[in-house]
């Protein structure tokens, strides 16, 4: 079966173990100091990061009478990730800082054109309210970085880089469902 223009709506959040050493900007002194981000720094406002997905085309291939399938397609996988911090993101260092602004919208775009292939698995697959369950992995490729800031002192600020972010990105992906009704997860 195939189907096109298919919507996930969902939350954003991620796990950074990276061991990097970033660069803060100190405006009063105008020098650049080496300091550590913790997971303080960029903690994330959980309610606001979301994440949505457009999938331009999806398709399952019968594998054993219906009740198990392999389902692939192709979209895109958007992330908003807003931060509690004023953290500002750039193409030149430090391409990470925390700023001195309070900003009333601060938030990291990516979008990614994403590959997922998952084994399938119908309990009842005649059945338009059937249950059903999907494991599987996604590749995906980064297309767009945008850090969008709002702020009194500055305006409106949209600066577009790839931040030193992975160009590629791999998940582990998940889904349950009865009918229409589906849960989705990445990681």
Not at 72 to 84: H, K, P, S, T, V
Not at 93 to 121: E, M, R
């Amino acid at each position: 079966s195939t189907s096109f223009l298919n919507f996930d709506l969902g939350f954003a959040n991620y796990i950074d173990r990276t061991e990097s050493m970033y660069y803060v900007l100190m405006p009063q002194q105008g020098t650049i100091m080496p300091a550590p981000l913790t997971s303080n720094s960029l903690k994330l406002n959980n309610i606001k990061s979301s994440n949505v997905n457009i999938w331009i085309v999806q398709q399952k291939v019968n594998l054993s009478k219906n009740k198990l399938n392999l389902k692939y397609g192709i979209g895109f996988e958007m992330f908003n990730f807003r931060f509690e911090n004023p953290i500002s993101f750039r193409n030149e260092a430090p391409i990470i800082s925390i700023d001195n602004i309070a900003f009333s919208k601060d938030k990291l775009f990516v979008k990614y054109l994403t590959v997922p292939f998952q084994l399938n698995f119908s309990a009842n697959p005649g059945s338009k309210k059937g249950f059903y369950a999907s494991v599987g992995m996604s590749a995906g490729y980064l297309l767009k970085a945008r850090n969008k800031q709002i702020s009194s002192e500055r305006g409106k600020q949209k600066i577009n880089g790839n931040f030193n972010l992975n160009d590629w990105r791999v998940a582990t992906i998940g889904e349950l469902g009865i009918g229409s009704v589906r849960l989705y997860s990445s990681f």
